[in-house]
Nanobody
Framework: VQLQASGGGLVQAGDSLRLSCAAS????????VSWFRQAPGKAREFVAT????????YYGDFVKGRFTISRDNAKNTVYLQMNSPKPEDTAVYSC????????????????????WGQGTQVTVSS
């Protein structure tokens, strides 16, 4: 499956931003989809997951209700709505998929994912 992340850009703190992860090549509904991010000099960080079939969602601890992950299987797209972003949210955001579902502690592990998109840069100014 091929993944294309988009929607990044430069925003001011407190504005909203919606990232998209579009998939092609396979039936998208059979995949759990996650967003990760990586800031310069920092390790990759789990942002959010939407589990296949059930639609259960998990979030990184730092999200604190500011972000929402959703999916539209008819459009083969997963979204990450980012509300009230902060400068510390500045990073390259990437989506990844896996044909599995599990508890949060497993889904937040980047090594379980089979396919990754190229990432989209999000820069939040203060």
């Amino acid at each position: 499956v091929q993944l294309q992340a988009s929607g990044g850009g430069l925003v001011q703190a407190g504005d909203s931003l919606r990232l998209s992860c579009a998939a092609s090549g396979r039936t998208f509904s059979g995949y759990s989809v996650s967003w990760f991010r990586q800031a310069p000099g920092k390790a990759r960080e789990f942002v959010a997951t939407i589990v296949r079939i059930s639609g259960i969602t998990y979030y990184g601890d730092f999200v604190k209700g500011r972000f929402t992950i959703s999916r539209d299987n008819a459009k083969n797209t997963v979204y990450l709505q980012m509300n009230s972003p902060k400068p510390e949210d500045t990073a390259v955001y990437s989506c990844a998929v896996v044909q599995a579902e599990a508890a949060r502690d497993i889904m937040r592990n980047p090594t379980i994912y089979n396919y990754w998109g190229q990432g989209t840069q999000v820069t939040v100014s203060s």
